[in-house]
């Protein structure tokens, strides 16, 4: 039986096979979608040549057949590439990626992005909340860190700091530098939760992983 894994390091010739054997059903779109992204990537060239236009059209006839990873591939063609994207389809596409049905801890992740931008208008608060934490029930660190942060501060989400200590921990111990700091923000800070020895200790570690910015 063809697995994805194995559809990833075929030959051009091998998936076009498969996509000429299987037509439009799941393993022929699957196929499509792969060969689309190695055109665009040249992640094997000495099996798939470099041809962004060639993958683009393979990536779109799979999308065009209702291929959810081809869809998601796409939506993020464009935020990185076109150059006048248009938000509105973006949101739609990231929004059928994030659905019950698909989860993709990506695509929830990023529309979390856009709800806390626009943070102040009524329910994208708690619009950025539900997006993560989906993105947590996938195992998603990014997720699970913006979580942490939102029990924390209490943003869409009633406050919690044993939660959002115990999210952050997780993340921390992953290799998250991001939620080191916050937990250092958390024990320098916060009365309940504070311990010098503890802020301290995670301010290092923020830093060895190159933190920053903050």
């Not at 057949?65 to 596409?93: Q, V, W």
């Not at 529309?111 to 934490?133: I, V, W």
């Not at 195992?139 to 029990?151: E, S």
């Amino acid at each position: 039986m063809t697995t994805p894994a194995m559809l990833e390091i075929m030959t051009e010739k091998e998936l076009e096979s498969i996509i000429n054997t299987e037509g439009n059903n799941q393993l022929g779109n699957d196929a499509r979608y792969c060969l689309g992204k190695n055109c665009i990537e040249g992640s094997f060239p000495d099996k798939v040549p470099r041809n962004e236009s060639k993958g683009l059209n393979w990536i779109k006839e799979a999308l065009t057949n209702g291929h959810l990873p081809a869809l998601e591939y796409k939506t993020y063609f464009d935020i990185r590439f076109d150059k006048h994207p248009s938000i509105e389809r973006i949101i739609e596409s990231l929004e059928k990626c994030a659905a019950d049905n698909n989860k993709s801890p990506r695509a929830c992740a990023t529309l979390a992005e856009f709800c806390h931008a626009k943070e102040k208008e009524e329910g994208n608060k708690e619009k950025a909340a539900h997006y993560y934490a989906t993105a947590m029930g996938e195992d998603c660190i990014v997720g699970t860190h913006w979580m942490g942060v939102y029990y924390s501060e209490g943003f869409g989400v009633s406050q919690d700091l044993k939660k959002s200590e115990t999210l952050l921990l997780k993340t921390a111990k992953a290799g998250n530098g991001q939620s080191c700091f916050q937990l250092y923000v958390m024990y320098a800070n916060m009365p309940s939760m504070k311990n010098v020895e503890k802020a301290y200790r995670f301010l290092n570690k923020a830093l060895q992983l190159g933190v920053t910015h903050f």
